[in-house]
């Protein structure tokens, strides 16, 4: 009886153990799809291959939140290698807005600074209205990024600083 009870409990632990491994292991099917888009090591075209084979549901939540961040500082981080992808695939919708879905006011806004002034000051001609319309999203995103600050000072006074009344 007791090596039965032992054998049972022995089995049910092993089930339990795979079973939490095998949760574990799962993966958002995301998690491989926008891998690419959110690593920083990745080369233009890898960035826009991996743009190509994102379902459009990817773009969404934590997942747009690491690609905006990581092709926004990409961009300023290698502007000529972004020209170089964004020429050869000049007429691909799919890309073109996945980049400037990318910017938004969620970044950090000296980043999105660094790309608004490239795309003024450092574009191809093949792309211009591509500069123009990241330029755009870039200055579009500050202002929101500057109207959600609060427009006035707090009038707050605290018990230590009022002025003392008279007895």
Known sequence: MLRTSIALFTVTAMFSASASLGAENQRHPCEVETAKLMSMNSTWPEIYKAANAMPPSCFDGYFAEGISDTIVRKMGQ??????????????????????????????????????????????????????????????????????????????????????????
């Open 78 to 167: 290698d502007w000529p290698g972004f020209l170089s992808v964004l020429v050869l695939h000049a007429k691909d919708s799919k890309f073109t807005k996945l980049i400037l879905e990318s910017i938004n006011a969620t970044l950090d806004p000296n980043d999105i600074k660094v790309i608004e002034r490239l795309a003024q000051n450092s574009c191809r001609a093949e792309v211009l209205n591509h500069c123009h319309a990241i330029s755009k999203e870039a200055v579009d995103a500050l202002a929101e990024y500057d109207s959600a600050k609060p427009s006035y000072e707090p009038n707050i006074t605290f018990k230590r600083d009022a002025p003392k009344r008279a007895p």
